[in-house]
């Protein structure tokens, strides 16, 4: 039995107390926090439990974020049914990814406390937190605008889970060159737009080497891989969104170095 089954089967015995216990429940229509609160958080969690926690973290936040300024667009619910379209949602699962969703518009919605306990849930495993995240950007950036507000509460969650800066507008760059493709005009020439867009995925510039290059590349790949995002605990719906980043850093990278071959 997979983790969502275990949680309509009412198996708690890896099930969350806290706020995203709190949340899952309420949109389940269970009280999954009570009775649970003896549970540690702390230290190797099972799988089933970060799944249960990205899932209700993922969709909560989604809907937080897009209430930041102050309206939800019709452009960001549509993003927000695509990807449970992408994660191949039942109908029992996209109904609660909704209730969750209209949750985290709640002015009253405890924000810091459900990333902290996202983030102690993940062992602040890095690569899962950083997919949690880019999920959100790309939530935000789906009216193709992005909001002061959202900006002040994206960059307030990537601190939250421990990332800097700088690797918030990387990722901000990864996430806003969705549109990319690495099409090649007549000739198989490259535009400089197009040689542009894929530093900007791959986070390099002209004067990186060929060496550091396809690090950066690797590191992304890396970083980015489904399998091993699931084992560390991403929910198996959630494949197709990694499948989609991996490939658009395999896209830039290929188009770098073809053009990189061809001078």
């Known amino acids: ?14 099930m969350l107390g806290g706020p995203l216990g709190a949340a899952l429940g309420a949109a389940l229509g269970h009280q999954f926090d009570k009775g649970v609160k003896n549970i540690s958080l702390e230290g190797s969690p099972e799988n089933d439990q970060v799944k249960a926690a990205f899932f209700t973290a993922t969709f909560s936040v989604m809907g937080h ?6 309206y939800v667009s019709d452009a960001e619910i549509a993003h927000a049914r695509t990807v449970m379209r992408q994660m191949n949602l039942d109908q029992e699962q996209k109904d609660a990814a909704i209730k969750l969703f209209h949750a ?13 306990q996202l983030n102690t849930v993940c062992s602040r495993q890095t690569n899962l937190l950083r997919m949690f995240l880019e999920i959100q950007l790309q939530a935000a950036m789906a009216d ?6 959202e900006r002040r509460i994206l960059l307030q969650i990537a601190e939250t889970l421990n990332f800097s800066v700088a690797e918030f507008e990387h990722l901000l760059d990864l996430v806003g060159s969705r549109g990319y493709t690495g099409a090649r005009a007549a000739g198989g020439v490259v535009s400089t737009d197009s040689l542009a867009q894929a530093r900007k995925v791959l986070g390099v510039t002209s004067a990186t080497s060929d060496t550091e290059l396809k690090k ?15 084992a560390k605990g ?9 499948n989609e980043k991996t490939q658009k850093i395999r896209k ?12």
């Open 104 to 116: 985290g518009k709640r002015a009253d919605f405890p924000l810091q406390d459900a990333l902290a």
């Open 216 to 230: 950066a590349y690797r590191r992304l790949m890396s970083q980015h891989h489904p399998d091993k995002l699931v």
């Open 234 to 242: 991403l929910p198996e719906e959630m494949i197709a969104l990694a």
């Open 1 to 14: 039995m997979n983790w969502w089954g275990k949680i309509l089967g009412g198996t708690f015995g890896f």
């Open 65 to 70: 974020v897009a209430k930041a300024d102050g």
């Open 144 to 149: 193709g605008v992005l909001d002061v507000s």
């Open 252 to 263: 830039a990278y290929e188009i770098l170095r073809d053009h990189r071959k061809a001078k």
